[in-house]
């Protein structure tokens, strides 16, 4: 009998804990949904090799006349690269936590990038954090199709003893995950944030 109540009550504690732990996920969760999601800026940015900042600084240029790019054009593979910063503000009054999270990257509603970031992030209460997603793509199809890229960096040189000019759209989607216990849990469906590509991002 008496091991018996002294099973019953390690189950009820399991239990209780274990919702608990429900429970506390929840709001994390809830605070998560809370979050709002910012861009704020996108550095570092190489394209073939080429740092794109040098091509600010030139009066006339095609990317297809770069030679990493005339060379990734026959491979089909045009490597870029960029640091983009996400920064992550709490409103809420419970703290907002995730594992790791998804990503998908699109220019002017066309995919871009996506991969993972394997990083911790907490907000705590009224809180923001900077999360650096660092972003690698092939963009062959990009410059071969359209050369969004071109027609960006071309406005961004005029915009950048300017005013604050509108380049094209940049979207990060992001799918957080978070613990249950020892389970990871996928957020369901993709949180959305839309920016402004402009001179100022990029410079």
């Known amino acids: 009998m008496i091991n018996m109540k002294n099973t019953l009550m390690i189950c009820l504690l399991t239990f209780t804990m274990f919702g608990c732990g429900i429970n506390r996920q929840a709001q ?12 704020t800026s996108v550095q570092n940015i190489s394209i073939a090799g080429t740092d794109v900042k040098r091509l600010m600084d030139q009066q006339s240029f095609s990317l297809s006349s770069l030679p990493g790019v ?35 990257i699109l ?3 066309t995919d871009l990038a996506e991969g993972t970031v394997n990083q911790n992030v907490s907000i705590a209460q009224g809180q923001k954090v900077i999360v650096p997603v660092q972003l690698v793509s092939n963009i062959y199809g990009l ?16 915009g950048a003893n300017s005013k604050d000019e509108k380049l094209g759209l940049l979207t990060i989607k992001i799918k957080p995950t978070f613990m249950l216990g020892n389970t990871p849990v996928k957020y369901p469906g993709y949180i959305t944030i839309n920016k402004d590509i402009s001179s100022k991002i990029l410079l």
């Open 28 to 39: 994390q969760i809830k605070a998560l949904e809370d979050c709002t999601y910012k861009i």
């Open 70 to 104: 005339a060379l990734g054009l026959l491979r089909k593979d045009i490597p870029l690269s960029a640091n983009l910063n996400l920064e992550i503000t709490n409103p809420s009054n419970n703290l907002a936590a995730i594992n790791q999270f998804e990503y998908k």
């Open 107 to 109: 220019v002017n509603n």
């Open 143 to 158: 410059v071969s199709n359209g050369n969004v890229f071109n027609d960006i960096i071309k406005a961004a040189q005029k």
